[in-house]
């Protein structure tokens, strides 16, 4: 089949085509869905959080989730966010002087000046960023940085788990855009499955899940033996986020489906000369009082060897 998405190679992440205003009021509207799901930024197996001294956030996006986690930590931390574009980074001068962001290709070599720097890695939504071959090469990378006994905190989907709630024809239609979008790039939808098994191979011990949550809102523990510090389906998603979530994804989805159009990738589901049409429906399905559309949540921490 023509796939004029794997044959694009400087195309690294499937939404990167929005403009900066628009995918950073995604970002942001995601974090705060995230966090209130897992009632913290930082996971409280994570001990002495005010001991910290170097965290570092990895594809940091706007650098929302290093920003609010700096107002935690003590002023003495240095907290720093890495992407390999600077389009959503905040604007220095608004942030404190233990905030700094800098670019950042995952994909090469860690430079020797961040190497065993950091106390924390924090990564998050790399699903659709990185091809099936590509995860094991950045784990490796991004191991490099961390302190002998720091952690790695990974947040990330499955594509694949993308659903529609109830599952209405163009409500699932436009929740599949995801998982077919990933494969077409050379994605994995169900990246997250292998995830623990690339962070034991670097060396980490798999934190388990904590015996009960803080926050406004308690996740059931992940299935045992899953190796996931959390994990949560869109069905269990807290009650007080799902309409923001929900809402958040489908303008996302609306503008896959207009990437998809532009440029011709081939589907089942819409033309360029239909695309309007079926964008329409997927609004009107998950409008108020409709289908809500989902992808799982899902967290590994480990800790670094000595
Ligand atoms: C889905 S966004 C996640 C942003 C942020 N972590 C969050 O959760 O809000 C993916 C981010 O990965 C960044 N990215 C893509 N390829 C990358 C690479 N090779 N190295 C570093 N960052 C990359 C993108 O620029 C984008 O900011």
Redesign the pocket.
């Known amino acids: 089949m023509d796939n004029p998405i794997a044959q694009n190679s400087e195309q690294?992440?499937i939404?990167?085509f929005e403009p900066p205003e628009k995918e950073r009021l995604r970002?942001?509207i995601?974090?705060d869905a995230?966090v209130r799901n897992y009632g913290h930024l930082l996971p409280p197996a994570i001990p002495d959080h005010g001991n910290l001294t170097d965290v570092a956030?990895?594809?940091?996006?706007?650098g929302?989730?290093l920003t609010q986690l700096a107002e935690h930590l003590p002023a003495t931390a240095t907290l720093h966010g890495?992407?390999?574009?600077d389009?959503?980074f905040p604007d220095q001068s608004t942030l404190p002087q233990n905030v700094s962001f800098s670019l950042?290709?995952?994909?090469?070599p860690i430079p020797e000046s961040l190497c065993e720097k950091y106390d924390i890695v924090h990564?998050?939504?790399?699903c659709?960023?990185?091809k099936a071959n590509e995860w094991a090469g950045v784990v490796k990378n991004v191991t490099r940085m961390i302190k002998p006994s720091g952690y790695i905190v990974w947040?990330d989907t499955n594509p694949g788990s993308a659903q529609a709630i109830p599952p209405t024809k163009f409500a699932s239609q436009g929740a599949a855009l995801m998982d077919y979008m990933c494969k077409l790039r050379g994605g994995d939808p169900f990246c997250c499955s292998s995830l623990p098994t690339h962070i034991k191979n670097n060396g980490f011990t798999i934190i388990p899940p904590p015996a009960e949550c803080s926050g406004e809102y308690t996740p059931s523990p992940p299935p045992a033996g899953s190796e996931f510090y959390i994990e949560i389906p869109g069905r269990d998603f807290n009650p007080s986020t799902v309409e923001a979530f929900s809402n958040n994804y489908v303008k996302a989805l609306c503008s896959v489906a207009s990437f998809m159009a532009k440029n011709n990738v081939p589907n089942e589901w819409f033309t360029p000369e239909t695309v309007s049409g079926f964008v329409e429906e997927f609004i009107k399905e998950t409008g108020e009082g409709g289908s809500r559309v989902f992808f799982d949540l899902i967290c590994v921490v480990g800790r670094k060897c000595e």
Request: proline residues 0%; hydrophobic residues 50%.
């Open positions: 690294t992440y939404v990167d970002l942001n995601q974090h995230v956030d990895v594809a940091t996006g706007t929302i989730w890495f992407d390999i574009t389009r959503l950042l290709n995952v994909l090469e990564i998050r939504g790399l659709f960023v990185l947040t």
